[in-house]
């Protein structure tokens, strides 16, 4: 049983007709706010690659412009950040991961996402596929912004944004799972926002 | 960017309030008493959970202000808009039960047995909170290690734990700046940091310095961005970030 915090009332309480779209434990917000763990990196597109890899060597790689020459899909979604904001109704432009990993042959259940600066974060490959996972290089239009990610980031929204890596630079395939950056620190393997699994154990 | 395992699930359990510290207009520390504290690092953040009456319940993280082997203490900033920072900052009394959840968070963490190098310590405004713990942490346990705090505050007013920095004999280095006002007579910087201000206070890189900064996105943005221009390597400057509706509110 909790105690009862005598004369806290909340003020963010979930808007009308939006509960079912605000995860338990977030609250909604407007801003687009910015979490990492260090300095931004500012990949150039000319040098900036995307790998599929496998044991130490790469299945496949896309230079930017190869990338970009793939389908777009635009993807309107809502995001959860384990840091208790949500975002609804985000709009990004991006190359979905089924339209990669369809180019390598693989039996992999798990990824291991790696980028710029050696942020790292590991999702099931069922999370990543099935139209539920993206490349995204655009935001509302316009060039991703380095500060949220760009040139290109990982989109995964059913699960905590830390999984959307920033500047990701390719998918390592694995067999079995293996915990990326966040989660060696205490953060859930899974990270589902609807189960409120923020922490190992949650 | 390695790191060694943190595991074991993290519960909620209700503290008791030991005392409440106002430190300037905006901002108060509070001081727990916790029945069952696994300890925590220096840098480290932990989880507050408020409930209404009608079960409503909001939770916030908040980086702990003090040292390893200190009472859990957490020092809030009165946001105006804030759901939770107003009740803790104006509500909240000792003796009151509130739950929490922690220590979370392992990259942001100083370690005075492992982490080698002068610390540079840049805040803004109360992004000083985690840097903080740092500084007592490094005190506490006979740290050799030279530390500078650079801290970027709105007015000498909104400067948190300016007696305790000042303490003559703390072996620290503070280097202020004032974004919107100075007093008269200010001797110190005035203005947001900028890559000039950088360059002087930052320790030259062959002293394989360790930076930590903590503020707001663009100020955090800016600092990292200049430490990287001065040959910091990336791997050996920090971030954490207070957004208005960013990470720690």
């Not at chain 1, 949500?86 to 259940?109: F, G, M, N, P, Y």
Request: glycine share 12%.
């Amino acid at each position: 049983m909790s105690p009862i915090s005598r004369g806290f009332h909340g003020r963010r309480r979930t808007p009308a007709g939006e509960e079912g779209r605000v995860p338990p434990g977030q609250y909604v917000t407007t801003d687009f706010p910015v979490l990492s763990a260090g300095p931004t990196p500012h990949t150039p597109t000319e040098k900036w690659t995307f790998s599929i890899t496998q044991g130490g060597g790469a299945l496949k790689s896309w230079t930017w412009d190869e990338m970009r020459a793939l389908p777009e899909e635009d993807v309107t979604t809502d995001i959860h950040c384990v840091t208790r904001w949500s975002k609804l109704d985000t709009h990004w432009q991006a190359v979905s991961i089924d339209t990669l990993l369809e180019q390598v042959e693989h039996q992999a259940s798990f990824v291991l996402a790696f980028s710029d600066g050696g942020y790292t974060t590991n999702i099931p490959v069922q999370d990543v596929t099935g139209g539920q996972a993206w490349l995204a290089y655009g935001y509302d239009g316009g060039p991703l912004p380095a500060e949220h990610g760009g040139p290109a980031r990982l989109l995964v929204p059913h699960l905590y944004f830390w999984k959307s890596a920033k500047w990701v630079r390719g998918l390592e395939l694995l067999d079995h799972d293996k915990p990326g950056f966040w989660e060696t620190y205490g953060y859930n393997m899974y990270g589902d926002p609807w189960k409120e699994q923020r922490y190992a154990g949650d | 960017m390695e790191g060694t395992a943190v595991r074991g699930r993290l519960t909620w359990q209700t503290a008791t309030v030991a005392q409440i510290i106002p430190e300037t207009p905006r901002t108060s520390t509070i001081v727990f008493d916790v029945p069952e504290w696994a300890g925590h690092r220096a840098g480290q953040h932990l989880d507050v959970r408020l409930t209404a009456d009608d079960g409503y319940r909001a939770e916030r993280s908040y980086s702990i202000a003090s040292a390893p082997g200190e009472p859990v203490a957490i020092t809030v900033e009165r946001l105006e808009d804030g759901e939770v920072s107003p009740y803790l900052t104006e509500e909240l009394r000792a003796g009151d039960e509130i739950e929490l959840r922690g220590p979370i968070g392992g990259y942001f963490v100083w370690d005075p047995a492992t982490d080698n190098g002068p610390l540079l310590l840049a805040a803004g405004g109360s992004g000083v909170v985690p840097l903080r713990s740092i500084l007592r942490n490094r005190e506490r346990s006979g740290s050799a290690v030279m530390a500078r705090l650079l801290y970027s505050s709105r007015s000498l007013a909104d400067v948190i734990y300016r007696q305790e920095f000042e303490r003559p004999g703390s072996g620290l280095d503070v280097i202020y700046t004032l974004t919107r006002s100075q007093p008269e007579g200010w001797r110190g910087h005035a203005g947001r940091v900028d890559d000039a201000l950088l360059a002087e206070v930052a320790w030259p890189t062959g002293q394989e310095p360790l930076a930590f900064v903590c503020g707001p996105t663009s100020f955090v943005e800016g600092v990292a961005q200049g430490l990287v221009g001065l040959g910091y390597p990336p791997g050996r400057v920090k971030t954490e970030r207070f957004g208005a509706t960013g990470g720690r509110q």
